[in-house]
């Protein structure tokens, strides 16, 4: 499946785009992964990238949050190119990751893995602030926050690892995989809790194994396929295109 379609947007808003990703190149050594990838994320908006195992979904993300250095092509952020900071000053700028497998620290307690998460502001009321909202998200954690990472279930450490990217105070979050491995419970109050943030604005790029919920949840999708984008739209057209029922919805 390689069709591209033109954008049917007919948005006539001529402002640039809030993450501007324009022929990405990235990959592993002699091998690369990422090959020519551009999409963009708009001020409010929460765009999914789908996709099988394997097709560069965490190479994306990984390279706009600067842990896997471009070898070609720019990303904007706010009109700033970004794609040769380091990625402690692209947190600054306002990108915050919640990686797959979510990464959280096991030793440490559920507070300390989010004071991690503002690691880069010293603006101590700000990240008090902030810490309250993540517990009024995840209430949850606010009962575990004494308790080590590591002792906390999946989905709970899934929310912490959420929780933790919004302590860097992100415009944009980027979500890999947040329903990976987790119960349908589970899965609906996290996805409810990623539809909260986005009502209170924050711009979401979120990727996703199960492209039935991604879609529902996200304004536009991009479809990727051994590294490269190969259809984009929005999200309710996509979940309506017979190809992506038969490829990624088991329809
Ligand atoms: N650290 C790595 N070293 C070498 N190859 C990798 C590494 N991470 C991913 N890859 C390869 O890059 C490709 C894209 O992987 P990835 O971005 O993880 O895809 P997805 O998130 O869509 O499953 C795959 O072929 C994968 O094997
Ligand atoms: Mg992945």
Redesign the pocket.
């Known amino acids: 499946m390689r069709h591209h379609f033109p954008s049917k947007d007919t948005n006539l808003n001529t402002e640039p785009a809030l993450l501007e990703v324009n022929n990405l190149r990235a990959?592993?050594?002699p091998?690369e992964?990422?090959k020519g990838i551009s999409l963009e994320v708009r001020a409010g908006e929460i765009v999914t990238?789908i996709?099988?195992?394997?097709?560069?979904?965490?190479?994306?993300?990984?390279s706009i949050s600067g842990c896997l250095k471009a070898t070609g092509g720019t990303v904007r952020f706010a009109g700033k190119e970004i794609q040769r900071l380091p990625a402690h000053e692209i947190v600054k700028c306002g990108i915050c990751q919640s990686p797959?497998g979510r990464k959280i620290f096991p030793r440490l307690t559920v507070h300390e893995n989010l004071e991690m998460g503002a690691f880069t502001r010293s603006d101590t009321a700000g990240i008090k602030h902030d810490l309250e909202k993540a517990f009024h998200l995840f209430p949850i954690l606010k009962e575990r926050r004494r308790q080590l990472g590591g002792t906390l279930s999946g989905g709970e450490q899934q929310m912490l690892a959420v929780a933790r990217a919004l302590l860097g105070r992100p415009q944009l979050l980027l979500l890999?995989?947040p329903s990976l491995g987790l119960a349908p419970l589970i899965i609906l109050k996290i996805f409810d809790a990623i539809r909260e943030l986005n009502k209170e604005g924050m711009s979401i790029l979120l990727?996703e194994?199960n492209a039935r919920l991604a879609l529902k949840l996200a304004h536009r999708g991009y479809v990727?396929e051994?590294?490269a984008i190969t259809m984009h739209d929005e999200a309710s057209r996509l979940l309506n295109d017979q190809r992506i029922r038969d490829a990624y919805l088991g329809e």
Request: charge should be negative; proline fraction near 0%; glycine fraction near 22%.
């Open positions: 990959g592993y050594g091998i992964v990422l990238i996709g099988a195992n394997g097709a560069g979904k965490t190479s994306t993300l990984m797959e890999d995989e990727v194994q990727m051994t590294g």
